[in-house]
Every structure is written in C-alpha cells, then in structure tokens.
C-alpha cells in the first residue's frame, strides 16, 4: 500500500536558519505529492504540490521537488521566520483511481527569534 | 465562499452516547473524506467518498459510519462513543483528488 514517511520533530531553529524536512513516500503508482501546513488551533492549509517527476512546487518561500528516482519530496526554505512555526505534513495522492490523501506524522517546526 | 465547513467545533460526550459529525462543502467537489488526528499519529483516514451515494472505508473504520446522500453533505456517525475516540477530526474534499484536498476547520471531540 501507499505510505508517506517524514523525519520526527520537533525542529526547533533561530530565525533566518535554513529549514528541511525530509519526506520519502511509498506508493504502488503515480502519485501527487503534497505538503501541508497546520498552524496552531486551525485546520490543514495547502503549501504547496508536485503532480509529477521533476516538478517543483513552492510557496511562500518554500520548495520541494517530486524525486522519483529517491522517491523523496523534501521541504526547503531559505530563511525561516517566527510566523513560520507549525505543523508539516507530508501526503500524497494517486493520480489515477480514486484514492483520498495518505499522510505521514507530521513534524513540528518552532522558530525562534 | 465557505469551502469546508464543520460542526460542532467543540464535543463532550459521554461514553455511550451518539452523535453526527457534520461537514459541507460549498465547491462542488465529488471527493470528501474524514480524518482523525491524535498526537504522534499524524492524519489517519476513517472513511471516504468519491461522489453521491459512495463511500469507503479507510484505515480506522470502526465505531463510525458515514453516508453521502448529497454532493455537499458528508456527516460522520459515531454509534456509541468510548473515549479512544476522543480526538479532532477533519473533513476534507477536492474536485480530483490528485490535485490537492481543501479542509475545514475540525471538530474537537472529547468522550468522557
């Protein structure tokens, strides 16, 4: 089945730090690749999604590249902010058939001033 | 525009007792699903729905229902809570699936 594996947090930075989250993803087809951000006492927002190999999403400053030969889709950013402190997941989703989002544990980033 | 709209935000329940999670979208989307989220376990899918009239099980089915009468509508069922069902759940849908999923806000459920 399809599984989506992401490093344990927390991660805990200073501001203006390089940020990476490391997401590797287990799936029997094509999938779409998603992260997704949770602030503190709201739902899950869209960051940003990969539909296929060597795409690049990115968002607000973040990035991540769909890696099918690593099966990887890594979370980057330059040079995190306070604001940037949240829950992230990983997920992805089959691009054919009808299969909802499969999602790993989340990592729990705090930036620090 | 409302998008994913949950309710209750807020549940105590005591064990035994039912009650219906409810959740709407505004957009039009074929596919909505429910999650559960607990600490160190990150989402886990319950059930699913890829359009009016169908729905799935997912990876923690038990102790829930859902039914999909309408394209808007996806309420969750819980038929006797106990309290390893005290969680926040989340009600997702997406016009594809593959191209991202909109989420409402969650319901905070806490089964004594």
């Known amino acids: 089945g399809n599984s989506v594996t992401q490093m344990e947090g927390p991660v805990t930075l200073s501001e203006e730090a390089f940020l990476t989250i490391n997401c590797t993803y287990t799936?029997?087809?094509?999938?779409?690749l998603f992260w997704y951000v949770q602030y503190p006492g709201e739902g899950l927002q869209l960051l940003l999604k990969?539909?296929?190999?060597?795409d690049k999403g990115s968002n607000k400053g973040f990035e991540a590249t769909y890696r099918k030969e690593t099966t990887s889709f890594h979370l980057e950013k330059g040079s995190v902010q306070v604001s940037d402190s949240a829950v992230y997941f990983c997920?992805?989703?089959?691009?054919?058939?009808?299969?909802?989002?499969?999602f790993g544990k989340g990592t729990r980033l705090s930036v620090i001033a | 525009n409302a998008g994913v709209t949950q309710t209750p935000k807020f549940q105590v329940l005591k064990t035994g007792q039912s009650m219906t999670l409810q959740c709407a979208q505004d957009?039009?989307?074929?596919?909505m699903s429910w999650y559960r989220q607990d600490p160190g376990m990150g989402l886990r899918l319950i059930h699913y729905?890829?359009?009016?009239?169908?729905?799935d099980q997912g990876e923690v089915p038990n102790g829930y229902n859902v039914s999909r009468s309408t394209t808007e509508d996806f309420p969750l069922r819980l038929l006797s809570a106990a309290p390893s069902q005290t969680s926040v759940y989340f009600c997702?849908?997406?016009?594809?699936?593959?191209?991202?999923?909109?989420f409402g806000s969650g319901t905070r459920l806490t089964v004594v």
């Open positions: 729905s890829v359009g009016a009239g169908i729905t």
């Open positions: 990969a539909t296929k190999a060597d």
């Open positions: 997920a992805l989703s089959e691009l054919a058939g009808n299969t909802p989002l499969v």
């Open positions: 799936a029997t087809g094509y999938p779409s």
């Open positions: 957009m039009n989307h074929e596919y």
């Open positions: 997702a849908s997406s016009s594809t699936g593959a191209y991202g999923y909109t």
